[in-house]
């Protein structure tokens, strides 16, 4: 699932709106300087996945190629998603 920056930036202040209603957090310094960092925090994460997902798919061609027809890529996709996940500490 593709996410835009707006998309990450509405995320962001919902979580930011939740724990100021429910009093969870106080910040210590400007608002707007949690609010960027937690943006950028967010799309590290996210591009961390994104790169994630793209070696996954360039090592399940490599697996196709090498093992055609026996090769059920939608079973392998999730599995070996999570094995990188886990090897790389990237969190899904």
């Not at 106080?26 to 996945?49: C, G, I, N, P, W």
């Amino acid at each position: 699932m593709k996410i835009s920056n707006q998309h990450l930036e509405v995320i962001v202040n919902k979580v930011l709106k939740s724990w100021k209603d429910q009093n969870i957090v106080q910040f210590k310094v400007d608002e707007k300087k949690v609010y960027s960092r937690l943006v950028e925090a967010l799309r590290t994460d996210y591009q961390k996945e994104l790169d994630l997902e793209k070696e996954v798919n360039k090592m399940l061609d490599d697996l196709e190629r090498s093992n055609s027809g026996q090769f059920q890529r939608f079973k392998m996709y999730p599995m070996l998603k999570q094995k990188l996940a886990k090897e790389k500490k990237v969190i899904l």
